[in-house]
């Protein structure tokens, strides 16, 4: 009878001080996979505590430095989404948002069960949530990835202190930024506010490499799982079906995210230095939603990026790579300013602009002529169209609008960065924020008030064919490119044979752009003047 030689390997676990806690022997002519079932019985045997892996806005596996912890530490993984909507303050999500997140959450959850894990689902107070799953599980830490909205990171702090006075470890982690807030500062030690000088002091700092996770083929799993909700329970999707296009738009979740990337690095990114203002043209990564919801982060972009120039010797590559990259920059420094100026999402940066003379809106019928694409300005209202219609809009597109609103409609930008909030997939309060505080001037590294975008230009000279205006607004689709963007100055004749009636089939412009323009100045002139003498 021949006998088999086994030979055997030394596993060591380790905790997140970096102490062992068992050494396993595992043999090593054995499967991959049966190594990991007997490593994983022999985990559950020695009875290691469960770790609680509390998912937010980092819905992936690969370079997540919270789930690395939790794999670690060498026990029992117990992944959780907890929707916490009172911890968000007064941005807990929109409609859209909870959209992705539905179809996120769900793909997170297959891709968690293909390793013989899954996603429990909770709703409700986290701190609270999170105790009774350790109760239940016998977990006794807890990680997470950062964020850094100011009612979250004040929610965190507490629980982090609440958790470790109870005897529970409590660890956080960054997943989904280049450079956290706090480790950024100008020549003064005080925050940047101009973006160029931020990113060129980033660029000068080491830059991180994805954080390697050894994704294991089967994680080891609790030896009873804890009560879940369901998907549908958390009410995330709409009652009414307004979302049918995002579906036909969108492929939430991990491996849309690096589909999208790699589409976009390998057949746009060359050109995107200027094809990106162009709306028709589908020549932005779109990528803004994944980052958002952590389905990948920046690390990954910056690698796969450095990748693509390898080759070449040269990173980056071209010059739609780099100003690709800058626009991840702009990302980073709109958390930088969210970060140390708390107060944005309510409150303009430059203070000056809270006494700013607002028109009245009586009703809120401009707003709402705004909100649905109705201004009578077609470039405007084939952005708000869009929106409405997928959840996204172009981000040339997205000026053009909100400058309607704040300069021609002269409108709170609050009002408008609310509707965004509201009805985009990738509404992130960093940027969200920083977005509308550009153009209202009065945030940081602004435009200034008095450059006040001409829609009808603006649709000239970025969709000169009309493509994406006819996409949008149909019903002006047979009219020749010389009126397309200012149908009420088109001939009768012309309109009739288009079968354009202004004012019954699209409407007239809800204001003139001159007398706009006017208005708008000299409100600002009047701002200008309270400041000198309060001066």
Request: proline share 7%; hydrophobic share 45%; glycine share 8%.
């Amino acid at each position: 009878m021949k006998h088999l030689m086994i030979r055997f390997q030394i596993v060591t676990l380790r905790g997140f001080d970096g102490e062992p806690l068992i050494k396993i022997l595992a043999a090593r002519n054995v499967t991959a996979e049966l190594r990991e079932r007997r490593c994983v019985a022999l985990v559950r045997a020695v009875k290691i505590a469960p770790t609680i892996l509390w998912f937010r806005l980092d819905l992936r596996l690969a370079d997540n430095a919270a789930l690395r912890l939790a794999l670690e530490r060498g026990g029992p993984v117990v992944p959780v989404y907890i929707l916490d909507d009172e911890a968000e303050g007064r941005w807990a999500m929109g409609a859209a948002s909870r959209w992705w997140l539905h179809q996120s959450l769900l793909a997170l959850d297959a891709s968690l069960r293909e390793r013989g894990s899954r996603l429990i689902l909770a709703r409700g107070g986290s701190e609270k949530i999170l105790r009774e799953i350790a109760t239940q599980t016998g977990a006794n830490a807890v990680v997470w990835s950062r964020r850094y909205e100011p009612a979250v990171i004040e929610r965190d702090k507490k629980i982090k202190a609440s958790l470790a006075g109870s005897g529970l470890t409590a660890i956080s982690a960054n997943s989904a930024l280049l450079f956290e807030p706090h480790a950024v500062q100008n020549k003064s030690g005080k925050p940047f506010q101009v973006f160029t000088p931020f990113w060129r002091h980033c660029l000068s700092l080491p830059m991180a490499e994805p954080v390697p996770v050894a994704l294991p083929n089967l994680f080891p799993s609790p030896g009873r799982w804890p009560q879940s909700l369901e998907p549908r329970e958390l009410g995330l999707l709409p009652n009414i079906q307004w979302d049918t296009g995002f579906y036909a738009a969108w492929n939430p979740g991990e491996n849309g995210a690096q589909a999208r990337l790699k589409a976009f690095l390998e057949e746009s990114s060359a050109g995107y230095g200027t094809a990106r203002d162009v709306p028709g043209a589908g020549a932005t990564s779109r990528l803004s939603p994944h980052l958002h919801f952590g389905e990948i982060g920046p690390r990954q972009i910056w690698a796969a990026a450095r990748a693509l120039g390898k080759s070449a010797g040269v990173f980056p590559v071209n010059e739609g790579v780099q100003k690709f990259l800058s626009e991840v920059g702009w990302r980073e420094f709109a958390h930088h300013l969210l970060y140390h100026f708390p107060h944005t999402p309510e409150r303009p940066l430059r203070t000056e602009f809270e006494a700013f003379p607002w028109a009245e809106d009586a009703g809120g019928a401009k707003l709402k002529a705004w909100q649905r694409g109705l201004t009578g300005y077609p470039i405007v209202d084939a952005g708000m169209r869009e929106l409405w219609h997928t959840g996204w809009m172009h981000n040339r597109v997205r000026m053009v609008a909100a400058s309607f609103l704040v300069k021609h409609l002269r409108l709170p930008w609050t009002q408008g960065a609310a509707w965004f909030w509201d009805t985009l997939v990738d509404a992130d309060l960093a940027s969200n924020t920083l977005g509308w505080q550009w153009v209202s001037g009065c945030g940081a590294d602004a435009a200034p008030y008095f450059r006040i975008f001409a829609s009808v230009l603006q649709g000239v000279k970025f969709d000169g064919e009309g493509d994406y205006v006819r996409r949008w607004v149909p019903e002006l689709g047979r009219l020749p490119n010389e009126h397309l963007h200012a149908p009420w100055e088109a001939p009768e004749h012309v309109l009739a044979r288009a079968g354009v009636v202004l004012g019954e089939t699209y409407p007239r412009p809800i204001v003139d752009h001159a007398k706009a323009r006017d208005a708008a100045l000299k409100a600002f002139k009047t701002l200008k003047a309270d400041a000198s003498d309060a001066a």
